[in-house]
């Protein structure tokens, strides 16, 4: 599998645009906010986001505990 690219979209070199490895344009913006956007796809999920419940913390049995009033 390829990774995304980084293109620019304007000839000042401005805007840049990713796009994945069929050629979608999945975000646009500076360089800046498009290197962290690749960063930020392209990064392994932590265990808590890949479903691994178990290393996100103690579950709470009272949600409103969490919430302060």
Known sequence: M???TILPLDSN?????????????IGTGTREVCEVL???ITKPASPSISGNINAAGPQRPNVRAAIGI
């Not at 070199?13 to 344009?25: M, P, R």
Request: aromatic share 10%; glycine share 10%.
């Open 2 to 4: 390829s990774k995304p």
């Open 13 to 25: 070199g401005q805007i840049y645009a990713i796009q994945d490895e069929k050629g979608n344009t």
């Open 38 to 40: 690749l960063y930020i």
